[in-house]
């Protein structure tokens, strides 16, 4: 079985600077998806960015961006510029069927 | 707005009470999937169908079921409720059916609470 593993429960970034958030899966799939959802406080699950297995460019979506390593089965979330919107719970996800425990991200003015 | 619809949106019972959850998926998506979340926890997931059948399952418990209809609405039927189910109920839907590609959009929830 695929497992997801995010080993952050927490993170704190200042405002305007840089954090990155970790996530390592297992499978012994080669194509496959990858996805970061921001839940806020008002619970709602928002699609961050998703990154293809096969393709070994980096995906971004303006101030987010992924680093993908597929032999590391590494999947970590850098999110630039911080502001205090990106306050949330971040989810790692497999194919978007199995989640990480999810890391709270704090941002502080 | 995604376009999945989930209602209620909040719901209070007593344990060993039953309830059931509705859930509407986008225009166009034909697979829906359930998830369960516990307080400060992460999604589990419950169960998948797609186009009427049940296409995967995750950690659903023999007293929980579901089902998804002609028109592809789904219901997540929960019975026999404990303490431990009060819950966020996630719905989230996707055209493609079990391919590696599957991105879900997510309704707002249900939140299950068990007194």
């Known amino acids: 079985a695929q497992t997801v593993t995010q080993s952050q429960p927490e993170m704190s970034v200042q405002e305007a600077e840089t954090v990155t958030l970790s996530c390592t899966y297992d499978t012994s799939e080669s194509d496959y998806y990858l996805f970061w959802y921001k839940q806020p406080p008002s619970r709602q699950m928002i699609l961050v960015i998703r990154?293809?297995?096969?393709?070994?460019q980096n995906a971004t979506e303006n101030r987010f961006s992924v680093n993908f390593q597929k032999a590391a089965k590494s999947f970590s979330l850098k999110i630039s510029d911080s502001q205090l919107g990106d306050a949330a719970m971040y989810f790692c996800a497999y194919r978007g069927m199995r989640f990480g425990a999810g890391t709270r991200l704090t941002v502080k003015p | 707005d995604s376009g999945v619809t989930q209602t209620p949106k909040h719901l209070i019972t007593a344990t060993g009470q039953r309830v059931t959850l509705r859930c509407s998926p986008r225009s166009g998506d034909l697979s829906v999937y359930w998830y369960q979340q516990s307080l400060d926890q992460g999604l589990q997931f419950l169960i998948q169908?797609?186009?009427?059948?049940?296409?995967a399952k995750g950690n659903i418990l023999e007293r929980f079921s579901a089902q998804q209809f002609p028109d592809l609405h789904s219901e997540l039927n929960l019975s026999s409720l404990e303490l431990g189910d009060s819950a966020l109920y996630f719905c989230?839907?996707?055209?493609?059916?079990?391919?590696?590609?599957?991105?879900?959009?997510f309704g707002p929830g249900t939140r299950l609470t068990v007194l």
């Open positions: 990154q293809e297995a096969y393709k070994q």
């Open positions: 169908y797609y186009n009427g059948e049940e296409r």
């Open positions: 989230a839907s996707s055209v493609f059916p079990g391919s590696s590609y599957n991105e879900q959009f």
